[in-house]
């Protein structure tokens, strides 16, 4: 069940990343997952809904990117800060 | 209101293979090799390290980190056996060593007197391949009661190994194991997997394996 182990992980660094807005707003968190990562990509989504659904977030999801490889890597995040459009 | 992007493109395991760093170079600046041994429940890690310990520990101190889920049964047989140290890890569920634990683990083993640290990982074929532990490199054990497809069904740690140790070889006769076959198997995902044969039941093949682990012990000390 490694998969909780890098949930946790994706999670301390999508924190770390979320800007002055915080993690509550982060509303999406794009991660890329490579086929030879020995990642199980349903597992994974499963840990990450689970954790992003929690404080100190607030209703992130989770969005995996499939790719060739061994990639595993927090892609990007998508944050609504509240300001308004640009 | 806008929902904006931010590119992170940080790597999962990044913190963790800068913890591995540091193990490197906490066992580079003592001149210690580590070696990371890895299978599947069952494969004999336990009993090989039990029978290296009684042969190597009278003219090397080998320190022992040992990963175990639940209990420290492991840990407690190779106390039995040798008087070198024993350190622990009880993973409390998780399926492998991770970098940080082996830090804190070493800060128990007196490096300075210490030829060779083994790491007896979680019994697990899967989870142990993605976590660097900051290792010299990682000895895969399987045995001849396994299929002799392990190799291709778990290629990331085969991959990962530098050193395969097929365990059990006293059983030969008894069980339909192709030993050609899983050597083939193995070469297939890593040409390079350099192995040994052994029984650390009869003994056979023990001799080459020690004389590797000197070789280990000796390399990193030059």
């Keep these: ?86 | 209101m806008a929902v904006r992007t931010i590119d992170v493109r940080e790597k999962v395991m990044a913190r963790n293979d800068e913890l591995a760093t540091e193990v490197r170079q906490r066992l580079a600046q003592h001149r210690v090799a580590a070696l990371n041994l890895v299978s599947a429940p069952g494969s004999g890690k336990t009993m090989l390290l039990e029978r290296t310990l009684e042969r190597l520990g009278g003219d090397l101190t080998l320190a022992v980190i040992t990963g175990d889920v639940q209990t420290q049964n492991d840990a407690d047989r190779l106390a039995r056996h040798t008087d070198q140290l024993v350190q622990a890890v009880v993973t409390g569920g998780a399926c492998h060593l991770d970098a940080r634990q082996v830090l804190t683990a070493l800060d128990a083993v007196d490096l300075a007197s210490t030829d060779l640290v083994f790491v007896e990982n979680v019994g697990n074929l899967v989870c142990p391949a993605s976590w660097d532990l900051g290792e010299t490199a990682k000895v895969v054990l399987f045995s001849v009661t396994e299929g002799e497809d392990k190799p291709l069904k778990y290629p990331k740690m085969f991959r990962q190994s530098r050193y395969a140790v097929l365990n059990k070889i006293d059983l030969l006769p008894h069980v339909p194991f192709d030993l050609d076959l899983a050597v083939r198997h193995a070469h297939t995902v890593n040409p390079a997997l350099e192995f040994f044969f052994t029984s650390a039941l009869t003994g056979e093949g023990l001799d080459d394996w020690c004389a590797f682990v000197r070789r280990c012990a000796r390399s990193a000390r030059n």
């Design chain 1, 1 to 86: 069940m490694h998969e909780l182990s890098l949930a946790n992980e994706i999670c301390r660094i999508a924190e770390a990343n979320a800007g002055p807005a915080g993690p509550a707003a982060v509303r999406q968190v794009a991660v890329e997952v490579g086929d030879q990562s020995g990642v199980e990509p349903e597992s994974l989504t499963f840990c990450l809904e689970v954790l992003l659904s929690q404080p100190p977030f607030g209703s992130a999801t989770p969005r995996l990117i499939r790719q060739p490889g061994d990639v595993l890597r927090v892609s990007y995040l998508e944050v609504d800060d509240g300001r308004p459009d640009d």
